[in-house]
C-alpha cells in the first residue's frame, strides 16, 4: 500500500494474546510487514498501549508504565517482515478493553500508523 506522496505502510498481523501462569500477565506475539514488495528497510519504534478502567476512570498506560512487562522497548528493523513478542503485566485493579499498536517509522519513506485491537487473550 502505498500512501499520498509515495510513502510506504507497515501493517500489524496476527497479533495474540495468552495468558501465562502468572497472575495479570500475558504474552503478546504479532507480526509487522511491509505492504509494498521491494521497498527498502522499514526502521523505528514500536509503542504498545492499554487502554482500559481502573475503579471508575478511564486509563491509557504505555508499555513504559506496565511495571514487569518485557521488553520495555520495541524497535523495528526489516525489509519483509519481523516478528515481536513481549509479555505485558498489568496493574493491580486495572481491566484493559484493548491493545494498540503504534507504528513510528524512521525516515521520511513511511508514514506512521496505529491498529487497535480488542483485548481478548486465549490460554
Known amino acids: 500500500m502505498i500512501r ?22 500475558f504474552s503478546y506475539s504479532f507480526t509487522l510487514t511491509q505492504l509494498v514488495e521491494e521497498f527498502g528497510p522499514s526502521k523505528g519504534g514500536i509503542e504498545i498501549k492499554l487502554t ?6 478511564d486509563e ?3 508499555l513504559k508504565q506496565l511495571k ?4 520495555n522497548k520495541l524497535t523495528m528493523d526489516f525489509e ?3 516478528n515481536l513478542e513481549g509479555r505485558l ?11 494498540v499498536v ?4 524512521k ?5 506512521g500508523s496505529v491498529e487497535t485491537f480488542p483485548w481478548r487473550p486465549g490460554d
Open 68 to 71: 514487569g512487562s518485557k521488553p
Open 52 to 57: 482500559g478502567k481502573r475503579g471508575s476512570k
Open 80 to 82: 519483509h517482515f519481523q
Open 4 to 25: 499520498e506522496g509515495g510513502k510506504g505502510v507497515v501493517a500489524v498481523q496476527d497479533l495474540r494474546l495468552a495468558s501465562t501462569e502468572a497472575q495479570r500477565e
Open 107 to 111: 525516515g521520511e519513506k513511511l508514514v
Open 60 to 62: 491509557t498506560l504505555s
Open 89 to 99: 503485566v498489568l496493574p493491580q485493579g486495572f481491566e484493559p478493553h484493548t491493545l
Open 102 to 105: 503504534e507504528v513510528n517509522p
